[in-house]
């Protein structure tokens, strides 16, 4: 302890073939006469570090690591090992290498006095502990990068751990309801593993260096100017590409799996447009907009679009389809396999105008018996041309865009209509009859009423028989 009280002084040999080298350190040795450092001679071998021994009396020799023509083992071996122990430092001015690494361009002052004082502490340590065959700055320095590697490292594992822990108990999934469900849910989980590890690794090493290694009051140096390092940035660049392609690998593997088709499925078309949902059930004359699906069926679902692109979606189902107008050449198709009895609900997953939220159909997962006794039930059309209209402009998605209590959506309302003049956007008039309404379903865009603009699906003409036609205008004209 009196040691410290009064800095010793400190002589230094430095040992390199490069003038400019021993020069360099030299006059950065000196500009810190106050460490107590002096810089005693500059040789450049081991023989002329051997003779001036006796003369100079150095306690530490710095070699130059990068110089081929020293052979630092022999350093190493003569002077560490020798029956008068000298300390020897390697410097080399490359990182990644067995020694202190020294860049006079990129080395700031505060680490000078870092270095420095590492020759300063292992020295007072080497009076106590027994000698080493390696120079023990290196030793020290070592030893701190691995302690705050080891925290570090113990934080990602304690953050990651009570991320998976945390988020496990919130539910962030829906209920699981199909089969199709099970391999993406797999996926999820570890996806979602991965992730936590990820985001834990990104954080805490921020956070930690942000708080351990933060600039000290009164410091105004920069800091190490820092090339690259080989190694980590090959496993930098490895690690995620093997993460990558193993998460395609799984990937691949899941959607194969929901795609999985079973022997004879049931098939149910479905038929999106602005702004409903339309499900046939073929081999029956069932069309309606709700879904019903048997439990534990396979169901494939054959979809297509009147107008735009819209998607289909049953969260808890898990799988998602766009689905696309032009026909049955874009026709899409996706598998469900319901596994839990319930009601569940379509949404549209695809931004597909004003009233885009609003798309929705109900979804009902039922038993075999009471999917079976529904189908009956549904092909039973009524007698009644009024009802029967009613019961198509449900179906069809007339009353998404039409109402039928006097109130305004995006078309005219229905209530009342019949018989009415009506102003049309060229500013001409027209009476609301038989001929007028079959027109406007037939060919919407022909005569829009003021007010109103062109969005109706113009492809009726294909969907609906003439008889459906005159059901809905005597439907409309029984709304008084
Ligand atoms: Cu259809 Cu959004």
Redesign the pocket.
Same mark, same amino acid.
């Not at 999106?272 to 702004?275: K, L, S, V």
């Not at 949404?347 to 105008?353: D, H, I, K």
């Given at each position: 302890m009196e040691k410290s009280s009064q800095p010793k002084t400190r002589r230094v040999l430095i040992a390199s073939s490069h003038a400019l080298f021993g020069q360099g350190l030299r006059s950065l040795l000196e500009e810190r006469k106050e460490t107590g450092v002096v810089v005693v001679g500059m040789v450049a071998n081991l023989e002329e570090a051997i003779e001036s021994l006796h003369s100079l009396d150095p306690d530490l020799i710095i070699v130059d690591y990068d110089d081929e023509q020293l052979n630092r083992d022999e350093f190493l071996a003569r002077f560490v090992e020798g029956e008068k122990e000298q300390r020897v430092v390697l410097l080399s001015l490359q990182s990644g290498k067995e020694a202190l690494v020294y860049d006079r361009r990129s080395l700031a002052a505060s680490e000078i006095d870092e270095w420095l004082q590492d020759i300063t502490i292992s020295e007072e340590s080497q009076d106590e502990t027994p000698k080493m065959n390696q120079p023990k700055t290196i030793d020290g320095n070592r030893r701190r990068n691995m302690k705050h590697l080891v925290i570090a490292g113990i934080l990602v594992v304690i953050v990651t751990v009570g991320l998976i822990i945390g988020l496990e108990n919130i539910n962030l999934l829906p209920v699981q309801a199909s089969a199709q469900a099970v391999p993406i849910d797999n996926l999820f989980g570890i996806e979602f593993k991965i992730i936590a590890f990820l985001f834990s690794l990104i954080i805490v090493f921020m956070i930690y260096s942000i708080v351990v290694f933060r600039r000290k009051p009164g410091d105004t140096e920069d800091a190490a100017h820092i090339e690259g390092n080989m190694k980590l940035e090959v496993l930098w660049t490895i690690a995620p590409l093997i993460t990558v392609l193993f998460l395609a690998y799984l990937g691949g593997q899941s959607l194969a799996e929901t795609m999985r088709s079973d022997p004879k499925p049931l098939e149910i078309k479905v038929i +999106?447009?602005?702004?409903s949902w339309r499900f046939e059930y073929p081999g029956t004359n069932v069309v309606t907009n709700i879904m019903m699906m048997p439990v534990n069926k396979q169901a494939v679902l054959t979809m297509t $679009?009147n107008d735009?692109? %819209? $998607?289909f979606w049953v969260p808890e189902f898990r799988v998602k389809q766009d689905i696309l107008p032009g026909g049955e050449e874009f026709e899409r198709q996706i598998r469900i396999t319901p596994t839990k009895m319930g009601e569940y609900k379509v949404?549209?997953?695809?931004?597909? +105008?004003q009233? %885009?939220?609003e798309?929705r159909a109900i979804v009902k997962v039922v038993s075999q018996e009471e999917f079976e006794s529904w189908i009956i039930d549904e092909s039973g059309l009524s007698d009644d041309p009024v009802e029967r209209g009613m019961q198509w402009t449900e179906q069809y998605g007339c009353l998404s865009c039409h109402s039928t209590d006097g109130s305004k959506l995006v078309g005219p309302t229905w209530k009342g209509v019949f018989g009415n003049q009506e102003t049309l956007s060229d500013g001409s008039t027209v009476t609301v009859d038989e001929e007028y309404i079959r027109d406007s379903i037939l060919n919407p865009g022909a005569n829009i009423v003021q007010g109103f603009s062109n969005v109706m699906p113009a492809n009726f003409s294909q969907q609906l028989t003439d008889q459906q036609i005159t059901d809905i205008i005597l439907y409309i004209e029984s709304l008084k």
């Open positions: +999106g447009q602005q702004w $679009s735009v692109i %819209h $998607s949404r549209c997953a695809e931004l597909c +105008g009233q %885009h939220a798309m």
